[in-house]
């Protein structure tokens, strides 16, 4: 009997060991939600505390962990602007400028709560580390730091669903312990791989009240792209990317 009642003792106080460990789970989240590489096309959304909307449509390439090119392709306005992530460095080119010109991670394009960052969102495994792993009654959540000062959020709180393993909702946060903004998942969708993927993604801030931004996602396709195309050079020509 003595020995059962230590052996129960050590199972309520010994730490619970995870078929899956914190960075495994990260590498899985960022994969289902997008292929490694691949190519996009998307809606954004702004809705200001008056109901007023304003509306881009997004055409976005990305590869590997850290490289993203995105297009805007509507509003008429903005048609023809490109922007660039290479890791830590982005770049905004305007078609009458000619010249790319450096941009924040923090910033925004588009104004609205999503920030550049959040556009050209790189692997969340590129730029966090998976510091702990929690199991919650729908799923886990994970506690991921910052790799260093660059990266827009000090500190993420995502809830990752268990059947699909993407995230539902991501708190960010400021390296002050202030929350930034939420970030949260919806509407699975299968994009054509046989891989259900989040086709809606909503985000609010404190900072921004009754301020909204949205990102629907109409298409994500896997394609290679060569390393060139990842270049200040190609700026002005990722429309040729388009339909071939």
Known sequence: MKHLAVTLLLLVVAPRVYAIDAADLLRQVDRNLQPESYEMYRK???IEPDGRRKEFVLYSVK????????????????????????????????????????ITSLQSVIGGVFNNADILRVDFAAEYDAESLEETSNGYTLQLKAKNTTVAYDRLVMQVDRKHKVPVIIEAYAASGMLIKTLRYSQMKDFGDGRPRPSVLETDSPLYKDYKSIMIYASIKARDLPDEVFSLNYMGRVDDLRGK
């Open 44 to 46: 954004l959304i702004n």
């Open 63 to 102: 590869k590997g962990g850290d490289k993203v090119l995105a297009l805007f392709l509507d509003p008429p306005s903005e048609k023809g602007r490109s922007t660039l992530r290479l890791g830590d460095n982005m770049w905004l080119y305007i078609p009458n400028v000619g010249k790319p010109l450096r």
